[in-house]
């Protein structure tokens, strides 16, 4: 099996100048972790999920360095925490270099991106435009889709 055998096709995707409020509202109408961000032409720039939103001002969640901490953490991390937490924008939280794959990568190779780069997914792109994303739950449905085959030509 490979990666357009198992991926999500209609992916919902947003625009970069889109406020991260209107994101986390997206991300639990449509109860998923993630979404890609596209340009005009639908090409990706990068992706929002749940964990580029934890850390926020408006929830009071934002990292906060202290003592030796605050000493030790250099000047540029601590721009760019603060200019996340702060930001308003999906194209200023957003992850920028995203792992994708074609679809006809193999869901092994696939599953060893999830590992490598400790990620939950990974965008499916024809030409630089999404076209699907598998998720670790598209992996565990294709598992027990395997194992539901087997048992029916077993029997």
């Known amino acids: 099996m490979n990666a357009a055998d198992v991926m999500t096709a209609n992916v919902v995707t947003i625009q970069a100048d889109e406020h991260v409020i209107n994101v986390a509202r997206l991300l639990l109408d449509r109860r998923i972790s993630a979404v890609p961000v596209v340009d005009a032409d639908g090409k990706l720039l990068g992706i929002v999920s749940e964990g580029d939103l ?76 999404v076209v699907g994303i598998v998720s670790r739950a598209d992996l565990l449905r294709a598992l027990v889709q395997q194992a539901n085959d087997a048992a029916r030509v077993s029997r």
């Open 54 to 129: 934890l850390r926020r001002v408006e929830t009071d969640t934002e990292r906060k360095r202290d003592g030796w901490n605050g000493l030790f953490a250099s000047r540029p991390s601590l721009a760019a925490e603060y200019a996340k937490s702060h930001a308003r924008r999906a194209g200023d939280v957003m992850t920028r270099n995203v792992v994708t794959v074609a679809g006809d990568v193999p869901l092994s190779h696939i599953a060893d991106l999830f590992e490598k780069h400790n990620i939950k997914r990974v965008p499916v792109v024809r030409d630089g435009r």
